[in-house]
């Protein structure tokens, strides 16, 4: 069933498409919630959607909760510290070799635990030409920039021409040996990746990748399996990153489901991310003691293709730290050390 034909972005739309009670237009801890964090469900996860957010993964991550009201004393406004490392507008250089270049702030679907929650919205912030420009210039004029990772909001937002200018420039930029897109929209509007999309995305020298959010199995649906296909088809390579998320995601057998579906529409695990102090969004958080168990118990099961690392984004821009569990035991007192096996059991290695 076709639930609707427009992206639902208030609580009446989420109502009439069937997704929340009636009664949920008139509550006014959730009318709060509206307020304060943007709405927008696409008509592709509108479909997808089979109970309430508290047992349907799908709805979880993209339905307002009452939840979100609760803002807890470690959570920030800006938790990963993006405004601390900003030069220019729209840049992000925290590390040396490589910035991020944020054109729009706006989404296809908001995630209700997203980490630029504060920024992102209809309304948020977009490059004009005068600022984009800027933005590139500080990226030429930086020659130690490797690398430009294009997010946001989502990029795949922006009309072809746009994402063509921006491709354009950074492909011109000698220094720029690799742009990465970082997106939802194969995965949540999957018709938006048209051929004009792709053309964009051609370069002449610099190598172009497409990281895609994706946090279960179930929004790789046969469309959205079809828009990888078409990057994947056009020499594109495709990386996943995750969140991991209390009730989304949060067992060995919906990470292990998530991670054989990337891997077999050709997109290869790159991060899951630790979930951030985000303001709102303590229902999803998981300790870094679960996310651990959680990966040590996928090294078990699942092929190294199949294995992202499992980061944490250190509140205050520090940037990610790689937190899975370590395989080595501390060394004995001749130096040898213990290395621990897929199944668990330790064995010994020479100290040298
Ligand atoms: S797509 Fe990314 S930036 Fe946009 S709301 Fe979701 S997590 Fe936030």
């Given at each position: 069933?076709?639930r609707?034909?427009t992206?639902a972005?208030?609580?009446?739309?989420?109502?009439?498409?069937?997704?929340?009670?009636?009664?949920a237009?008139g509550?006014?801890?959730l009318a709060?919630?509206a307020?304060?964090?943007?709405?927008?469900?696409t008509p592709d996860?509108l479909?997808l959607i089979e109970g309430?957010p508290?047992?349907d993964?799908?709805?979880?991550?993209?339905?307002?909760?009452?939840q979100e009201?609760?803002?807890?004393?470690?959570?920030l406004?800006?938790p990963?510290?993006?405004?601390?490392?900003?030069?220019v507008r729209?840049?992000?250089h925290?590390?040396p070799?490589?910035?991020?270049?944020k054109?729009?702030?706006?989404?296809?679907?908001y995630?209700?635990f997203?980490?630029?929650?504060?920024?992102?919205?209809?309304g948020?912030?977009?490059?004009?030409d005068?600022?984009l420009?800027?933005?590139l210039d500080?990226?030429?004029?930086?020659?130690?920039?490797?690398?430009v990772?294009v997010?946001g909001?989502?990029?795949?937002?922006?009309s072809p021409?746009?994402i063509?200018r921006?491709?354009a420039?950074?492909d011109?930029?000698?220094?720029?040996?690799?742009?990465?897109?970082?997106?939802?929209?194969?995965?949540?509007?999957?018709a938006?990746?048209?051929d004009?999309l792709?053309?964009?995305?051609?370069?002449?020298r610099?190598a172009?990748?497409?990281?895609?959010?994706?946090n279960?199995?179930?929004?790789?649906?046969s469309?959205?399996r079809?828009?990888?296909a078409?990057?994947?088809d056009?020499?594109?390579?495709l990386?996943?990153?995750?969140?991991?998320?209390?009730?989304?995601?949060d067992?060995?057998e919906?990470?292990?489901?998530?991670?054989?579906?990337?891997?077999?529409?050709?997109?290869?695990?790159?991060y899951l991310h630790?979930p951030?102090l985000?303001?709102?969004?303590?229902?999803?958080?998981?300790?870094?003691d679960?996310?651990?168990?959680?990966?040590?118990?996928l090294r078990?099961?699942?092929?190294g293709?199949?294995q992202?690392t499992?980061?944490?984004?250190i509140?205050?821009?520090?940037?990610k730290s790689?937190i899975?569990?370590?395989?080595?035991?501390?060394?004995?007192?001749?130096g040898?050390?213990t290395i621990?096996d897929?199944?668990?059991?330790?064995?010994?290695?020479p100290?040298r």
């Amino acid at each position: 069933m076709t639930r609707a034909s427009t992206t639902a972005r208030t609580l009446a739309d989420l109502v009439a498409a069937g997704v929340l009670p009636p009664t949920a237009a008139g509550d006014p801890a959730l009318a709060q919630v509206a307020r304060d964090y943007a709405i927008a469900v696409t008509p592709d996860l509108l479909d997808l959607i089979e109970g309430a957010p508290a047992g349907d993964p799908i709805a979880r991550q993209f339905i307002p909760t009452a939840q979100e009201a609760t803002t807890t004393s470690d959570e920030l406004t800006d938790p990963i510290g993006d405004h601390t490392f900003a030069p220019v507008r729209g840049i992000v250089h925290r590390y040396p070799d490589r910035v991020l270049l944020k054109p729009l702030h706006a989404c296809p679907v908001y995630c209700r635990f997203c980490f630029r929650r504060e920024q992102v919205g209809p309304g948020g912030d977009m490059l004009d030409d005068a600022g984009l420009e800027a933005a590139l210039d500080y990226i030429a004029t930086h020659p130690d920039v490797w690398e430009v990772v294009v997010t946001g909001g989502d990029p795949f937002m922006l009309s072809p021409r746009r994402i063509a200018r921006i491709v354009a420039a950074l492909d011109a930029t000698a220094h720029v040996a690799v742009i990465r897109f970082h997106t939802r929209v194969p995965v949540v509007e999957p018709a938006r990746v048209s051929d004009a999309l792709v053309a964009a995305l051609k370069t002449t020298r610099a190598a172009v990748y497409v990281g895609v959010h994706c946090n279960h199995a179930r929004e790789l649906t046969s469309a959205a399996r079809t828009s990888l296909a078409t990057l994947a088809d056009a020499g594109i390579p495709l990386l996943s990153q995750s969140v991991l998320l209390r009730g989304v995601n949060d067992s060995v057998e919906a990470l292990e489901a998530l991670f054989r579906a990337l891997v077999a529409a050709r997109v290869r695990p790159y991060y899951l991310h630790h979930p951030d102090l985000a303001r709102g969004t303590s229902h999803f958080r998981l300790s870094i003691d679960e996310g651990q168990a959680l990966m040590r118990a996928l090294r078990g099961r699942l092929s190294g293709l199949c294995q992202p690392t499992y980061v944490l984004d250190i509140p205050g821009g520090y940037g990610k730290s790689p937190i899975g569990p370590t395989y080595v035991g501390d060394p004995a007192s001749d130096g040898q050390r213990t290395i621990e096996d897929f199944r668990g059991d330790r064995h010994d290695y020479p100290a040298r």
